[in-house]
């Protein structure tokens, strides 16, 4: 990420906060700025750390990536999903432990090693930390959505547990803390400033408990917990909706081990949780472990039963299974290749149907506990007017087909990365708690044109600025290649006529169109903004009703300054914006004529003249040479005469066409 992108803060005012998504698979940071929430990423571009601390043999702890990569080979000294244990005792644990390859130890085993490691500092950090008892101010309201009801069973005395890496023990909050240190590091590297302040999101159920282990390993990691959100409720805040209209809205966030459904009422700028529910055993590790479970029968079907998979390969398939999935969500299909040595080679291509065969039953429970959590709400899901999609497993097209179906048509919010959407949300409640004016662009109108990109690199507007929300716009298009089965849909944003001149704001294919000449597909392109400001754009080729679609929020990140330079920009460069949108027109008009030239000489160029094909390929020949230079008006002028020029083979053409045709047939069928 770049500094620029940030507005220095006024001198010897530090007053940042981190807004953090602390995931059970993986944590991100956000901060606000002018133009609104931003990820914080690293010089990769990446913003998510996976949520992973690998312990080498000298003990030295290595965080994210780097650490989920030594899982498959030092499964024991990794520790993943350590969310689960915040705030538990042995006791809360058990169905965990069955599937944590870690040693987790409770409290009379930590009590046993405290005395045999007495006065090691890493053992009694965390006691302290856990021990401390703070104040949960979960329920105080300032400005914005800031209320949350949420889980509230009383805090017990728990006992504590602790994970045991070869013989060093240590808490949950402490593990935490290791994330969350590596989240503030990076951002501090990101803003050039010392940090210590947060907003740390935890799902809805957490109980006080949890809470207050999460704001422990604020503590360790060196940052001021400011407040403590619930996952969903800054779901809705990053997407503002508590600034709109009043709203009941349901938050489906599938993660990697976990589904948390929430359904929410926002009033008068106040968000109040009215149920959730949920499975904290039910994620994208269950798809991955179906992929995993097809391959391994299949091996064993085909090369022995007896083949054993050790824990180092198990973890290598998990990455593989993983993968697969990811890919499924943009691939029809996806082929997996497996060296099990020996010369024995494993191939299988898994469709994306097949897939979703295997999904199924995961996804039914999803919706049993929608169900559920719309039933306990006191609500029809009819009244449900949105549902905001979180968690990785949300970008599978499955799932959002299955819960677009049960909710409803159009209710579903996709337009925010559903990886990022509660990291920036903790980062708007941030903003509020700083004192920062929320983005000003969730106007009623569209401050900037949208439209796609059009052959050679035209903008062609389909809602113009200024337009009232909510609005609609459709226009058709076609496709320029013969066979051509697939057309990319480029959405931006800007005043400028050329693409390089505005701003992207997405892409997205239409797949699957049956192979027809060029011009023959009627792709019909849609721009939708509902109220929200959310852009849906979809595309359907009408013949074979193929469709694709995207979600967008058009105003993300732009400031009201960056708006008003963009049309300032967009007066100051109109007349060369239009001479060079008109050159690409008349550039395209000579390419379709070119071609249409060439093809009808194929089917009929020995019915014209010496002289005829002679004047046309002279008036060709100019034409082309044209093309190479950049004047509109020649270009034109040289179409028009090619155009002249191959009249007469057109004619010939019509002729033979209906020549041809005539002969096959008796008189009496004219
Ligand atoms: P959590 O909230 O549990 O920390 P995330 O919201 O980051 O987790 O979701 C992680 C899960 O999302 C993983 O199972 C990951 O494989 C899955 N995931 C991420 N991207 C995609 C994608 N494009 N298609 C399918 N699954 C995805
Ligand atoms: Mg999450």
Redesign the pocket.
């Known amino acids: 990420m770049n500094a620029q992108d940030f507005q220095p803060l006024p001198p010897g005012k530090n007053n940042i906060i981190l807004g953090i998504d602390l995931?059970?698979?993986?944590s991100l940071a956000a901060v606000m700025t002018p133009g609104g929430p931003r990820i914080l990423r690293d010089k990769d571009g990446n913003g998510?750390v996976p949520?992973v601390i690998s312990f080498g043999p000298d003990g030295r702890a290595t965080i994210g990536s780097a650490a989920k990569a030594h899982a498959v080979e030092n499964p024991l000294c990794t520790v993943y999903s350590v969310k689960r244990l915040m705030g538990k005792g042995m006791a809360d644990l058990r169905e965990d432990l069955r599937v944590l390859p870690y040693r987790v130890v409770g409290d009379d085993a930590t009590r046993l090693a405290a005395q045999t490691q007495a006065g090691k500092p890493s053992t009694t950090a965390g006691a302290v930390a856990a021990a401390s008892s703070g104040h949960a101010d979960t329920t105080t309201a300032e400005g914005g959505c800031a209320t949350e009801a949420g889980g509230a069973r009383p805090t017990e005395s728990r006992e504590i547990v602790r994970v045991d890496i070869n013989g060093r023990l240590m808490s949950p909050q402490e593990l935490s803390a290791m994330i969350l240190t590596e989240l503030r590091q990076r951002a501090e590297a990101a803003l050039g400033q010392e940090i210590n302040q947060a907003v740390v999101t935890v799902p809805a159920y957490f109980d006080d408990a949890q809470r207050q282990a999460t704001r422990d390993a604020g503590r360790i990691a060196g940052l001021d917990v400011k407040r403590i959100v619930n996952e969903p409720t800054a779901a809705t805040l990053a997407y503002g909706l508590d600034q709109k209209q009043d709203a009941t809205v349901a938050v489906y966030?599938l993660?990697?081990?976990?589904f948390d459904i929430s359904v929410l009422r926002i009033a008068g700028g106040v968000c109040q949780v009215l149920s959730t529910h949920g499975d904290t055993h039910l994620?994208?590790?269950d798809l991955?472990r179906e992929i995993i479970d097809l391959i391994t029968g299949e091996i064993r079907s085909r090369f022995g039963q007896n083949i054993q998979f050790p824990p180092s390969t198990r973890q290598a398939l998990r990455s593989l299974a993983?993968a697969t999935?990811?890919r499924l969500?943009d691939a029809e299909q996806t082929t997996v290749e497996i060296d099990l040595g020996d010369g024995r080679n494993f191939q299988r291509t898994i469709t994306r149907s097949e897939f979703e065969s295997l999904a199924a039953k995961w996804l039914d429970r999803t919706i049993e506990n929608s169900r559920q959590a719309v039933n306990d709400a006191g609500l029809s899901v009819e009244q449900i007017e949105r549902v905001v999609m979180v968690?990785?497993?949300t970008?599978?097209p499955y799932v959002r087909r299955r819960v677009g179906e049960y909710f409803g048509p159009g209710k579903l919010y996709t337009a925010v990365n559903?990886?990022e959407v509660v990291a920036l949300g903790a980062a708007v409640q941030a903003g509020i708690l700083s004192g920062m004016k929320r983005d000003l662009l969730l106007l009623d109108v569209t401050p900037l044109s949208l439209g796609i990109e059009t052959l050679g690199g035209a903008m062609g507007k389909l809602i113009l600025r200024n337009t009232t929300l909510p609005c609609q716009a459709g226009e058709l298009f076609t496709t320029y290649v013969d066979g051509q089965t697939a057309v990319d849909i480029h959405v931006l944003q800007g005043e400028r006529e050329l693409v390089k001149d505005c701003r992207s704001l997405g892409r997205f294919q239409l797949r699957g169109i049956p192979p027809m000449p060029a011009g023959a597909p009627k792709i019909r392109v849609t721009f939708l903004i509902d109220a929200n400001g959310i852009l849906n754009v979809s595309a359907s080729e009408e013949r074979s009703g193929k469709q694709a679609a995207i979600q967008i929020t058009p105003s993300h990140g732009l400031t009201r300054q960056e708006v008003d330079g963009m049309i300032q920009e967009s007066y100051r460069s109109a007349r060369e914006d239009m001479a060079a949108h008109q050159l690409i027109d008349t550039r395209n008009e000579a390419g379709r004529i070119l071609r249409a030239v060439d093809k009808a000489l194929v089917n009929a160029g020995a019915l014209l003249t010496a002289d005829q094909r002679a004047n046309l390929d002279a008036t060709v020949a100019k034409l082309k040479t044209l093309l190479e230079g950049s004047d509109a008006d020649a270009i034109y002028e040289a179409v028009q005469a090619v155009n002249t020029a191959a009249t007469p083979l057109t004619q010939a053409q019509m002729d033979e066409v209906l020549r041809q045709t005539v002969k096959g047939k008796k008189v009496e069928e004219f």
């Open positions: 995931g059970t698979t993986n998510m949520s966030d993660g990697g081990g976990t994620g994208g590790d991955d993983e999935k990811v969500s968690g990785g497993c970008r599978i559903p990886d």
